[in-house]
């Protein structure tokens, strides 16, 4: 069994380099992400709480569409910077 350490180093990594399956892999099945607000917003689709695996890759799947919207959109922003 990992450590908690050893479990955010490897969610971490695996954030950085965008390996999204990893990423959920790492999730427990009851976790909850608080992102910026426990409510949702209308205004700020960012706003949130998102459970477990299924969660976390609505959350991420829609940061990633972002983020490819805004680099087609502003001709090519860093991914790395944007999240």
């Known amino acids: 069994m990992q450590s908690a350490q050893q479990v955010l180093t ?42 477990g695996k299924e969660g ?4 991420l799947t829609f940061t990633n569409s972002s983020v490819i919207r805004k680099q087609r959109v502003h001709g090519g922003i860093s991914a790395s910077r944007s999240m």
């Open 56 to 59: 976390v890759r609505n959350y």
């Open 10 to 51: 490897s969610y971490f990594q695996a954030l950085g380099s965008k390996q999204i399956d990893k990423v959920i892999e790492l999730v427990h099945d009851e976790a909850k992400f608080i992102i910026l607000k426990k409510e949702s917003s209308n205004k700020i689709p960012l706003y949130g709480t998102f459970h």
